[in-house]
């Protein structure tokens, strides 16, 4: 049983992959070329990147509604989404260059003082990249969505982290750059928010967006003082 919740205090810090810790056009980049490669089996004619771009951008800046859906409608078909996210997924890889250079900065500060899980929707492969990237040094739970059998904002996958770390919600707090699956995901079952905006965070987030976590930061830099922030307020 998680200890009883203690006004303020975090304990645990739920941090998101792609985004705050990778650079999401590693998987922009991989959707545009299934895109393109199954538009050319079908016949479709050539998909060009300003208009992937664009339905990408509309995705981001609505913060709701799924990408892959949206860019199977507009070059594929509405069937074709899931066969989209299959070949999508076969080239959706991190490579160090991906790796965020404010990363490892931020976690060394954060190590010792939070217990740290990564909850995120991705292949249960991504835990390669960041053990090799010296990522997984500072994780203590980890809740992959293909291992864990749920997707954010699914509250399942957030509860699994929380039950591995024997953590109440009160004194958790999840960090994430998107409102839709990490920020109203982690709202409904008790946590407290950091939006981290870049990624797959609006171009232009909009004064109703920002209000919607706790704290909003434009970098992982940010985030130690975006907690004792939280911490203080209770």
Partial sequence: MPPEPTTGRIDLVLLDVGGPVYDDSAYRDALLRATRELAAEDGRGEVGEAEFQQVYDERRQAQGG?????????????????????????YWEYPPSALHEDVLPTLRRLAGRYKIAIVANQRAVVVEALRRDGVSDFVDIWAISEVVG????????????LREAGVDPANAVHVGNRLDTDVRGAKRVGLRTVWVVRGEAP???????????????????????ALEKLQAAG
């Fill in 150 to 161: 749920a997707e954010k904002p699914d509250p399942r996958i957030f509860q699994h982290a």
């Fill in 66 to 90: 799924s990408l892959r859906t949206a860019v199977a409608e507009r070059f594929l078909t509405a069937g074709d989404r899931q066969r989209l996210s299959d070949r999508a997924e076969q």
């Fill in 203 to 225: 171009p232009e987030p909009t004064p109703e967006q920002l209000a919607e976590p706790d704290i909003a930061v434009l970098s992982m830099a940010e985030l130690p003082e």
